[in-house]
């Protein structure tokens, strides 16, 4: 798990999170997840306070108090997963944004995983078209405007190195628009709606 939270991790649909895949490439001495996690929160709420890239406003981040989260769940991170590639390369979605636009978006394909809450499937989206080396999942569940964001959290997936992927929801993360409104962020499609809880990963942000 990459615990680089001074990484500017800024893509096409500005999500504008830092590096948060969290690898395991089998590494001798590697930290217990737990440790991981933490670690990679604490970097994460140092970029939020001094990086100038931090979607908290300038007069707000001398004190902001923090990310808020879910305990670490090792049962919430599922790897060993193949992605199933969308039958048609060309196939793409119009995913509305938070400020009332749409973005085309490609469908890279979907993810079937189980977690404690239920059995569930994510579609993997990029916004260029062609082979991508990380996949956007914008999803929402059964937290959504109560524990966690209401419009939704996020996950950028990149392959491990066997091809699998790991869907990790311990690092499942707010949209900018969730800090500041003149992000715009792409808004989870109903495909990617799920009906039961995923408790892991950022809760609603709180006032600084």
């Not at 394909?109 to 956007?136: K, N």
């Not at 969730?178 to 809760?203: D, H, M, V």
Request: charge should be negative; include cysteine; charged fraction near 25%.
């Amino acid at each position: 798990m990459s615990t680089d939270a001074n990484h500017d991790h800024d893509h096409d649909h500005d999500h504008g999170a830092p590096d948060a895949a969290g690898h395991d490439h089998g590494h001798e001495h590697e930290p217990p997840f737990e440790e991981q996690v933490l670690a990679f929160r604490s970097g994460k709420d140092d970029f939020f306070r001094t990086a100038d890239q931090s979607p908290i406003p300038h007069e707000q981040r001398h004190h902001y108090p923090g990310l808020q989260y879910f305990a670490p769940d090792q049962r919430y991170r599922i790897e060993g997963l193949h992605l199933e590639p969308d039958p048609d390369p060309t196939n793409t979605a119009e995913i509305v944004t938070s400020d009332g636009k749409t973005r085309e978006a490609w469908r890279v394909g979907t993810f079937e995983f189980d977690v404690p809450g239920g059995h569930g499937r994510l579609t993997g989206y990029s916004f260029e078209p062609g082979p991508v080396e990380e996949i956007f999942i914008p999803f929402r569940d059964a937290t959504s405007g109560s524990d966690t964001y209401g419009a939704g959290r996020y996950l950028d997936l990149e392959p491990e190195d066997d091809g699998s992927y790991a869907l990790d929801f311990n690092i499942a993360y707010n949209p900018w628009c969730a800090y500041a409104p003149q992000y715009s962020c792409p808004l989870p499609p109903r495909e990617n709606w799920l009906t039961f809880p995923i408790e892991a990963g950022e809760k609603t942000p709180v006032e600084g």
